[in-house]
């Protein structure tokens, strides 16, 4: 059965404060993404990782850095949190198979930024 | 530039009718659709999909179609039931050369009336 876990369910944190979120993947997927979902925009993709150490832009990449050490997991970083990225984050990761790539998402962090 | 619409926010059906949830996208380069299904505090889960070169997939109560000449595809569940209620995501992919990326539609929460 497929797995992909996030750190945390929910996340309360300050203005200005450095948050880290963090993805497992246990289906040795090449593949994962960082989206965050808000109502009226859908989901809108952050960053993916194709490999370790590898890593490109998605739609919204400002105010995020990533990192991905080891294939099985991806952490997103917010440098320094502002209320605007108060959001539910959901980590996804899918197999290197071209375009038929069903993603399989993680339970979301849902984090508040004060 | 939304690539993917859904247009309609909510849908409310009786139980046993049929629920169409509809999905319009305008980058000819996608050539596989999905549709993903979100219950509240828990991540989006792979519902049915369907390649380019098909108009049809059915799946048990669920059927998508896709009509390419007009950017459209759909998903039929019939009949409705409570347990459908949910918010229901239209992606698209498409090969970017490092991974295939979706592009994900603004969501319709469906609601299944008893």
């Known amino acids: 059965d497929v797995k992909v876990t996030q750190s945390s369910r929910y996340l309360v944190k300050r203005t200005g404060e450095k948050v880290f979120l963090e993805c497992v993947q246990d289906m040795d997927h090449e593949n994962m993404f960082w989206y965050r979902q808000d109502p009226g925009l859908g989901l809108r993709l952050i960053y993916f990782s194709y490999d370790v150490k590898m890593k490109e832009k998605g739609d919204i990449p400002e105010g995020y850095s990533v990192s991905r050490e080891k294939k099985e997991r991806f952490s997103l970083i917010l440098e320094s949190a502002s209320t605007n990225q108060t959001s539910m984050y959901l980590c996804?990761?899918?197999?290197?198979?071209?375009?038929?790539?069903?993603?399989?998402f993680g339970p979301g962090t849902r984090l508040t930024v004060t | 530039d939304q690539q993917v619409k859904q247009n309609s926010p909510s849908l409310s059906v009786q139980e046993g009718r049929i629920s169409i949830l509809n999905c319009d996208y305008t980058n000819s380069m996608f050539d596989y659709f999905l549709w993903y299904k979100k219950y509240p505090a828990e991540g989006p889960t792979f519902l049915i999909s369907i390649s380019s070169i098909k108009d049809k997939n059915e799946d048990g109560r669920f059927t998508v179609f896709l009509n390419k000449s007009a950017k459209h595809l759909s998903l039929h569940i019939v009949p409705s039931q409570p347990g459908d209620s949910a918010v229901y995501f239209c992606?698209?992919?498409?090969?970017?050369?490092?991974?295939?990326?979706?592009?994900f539609g603004t969501g319709t929460r469906l609601q299944v009336t008893l």
């Open positions: 996804a990761s899918s197999p290197a198979s071209g375009s038929f790539a069903e993603q399989y």
């Open positions: 992606a698209a992919s498409a090969v970017t050369g490092t991974a295939s990326k979706l592009t």
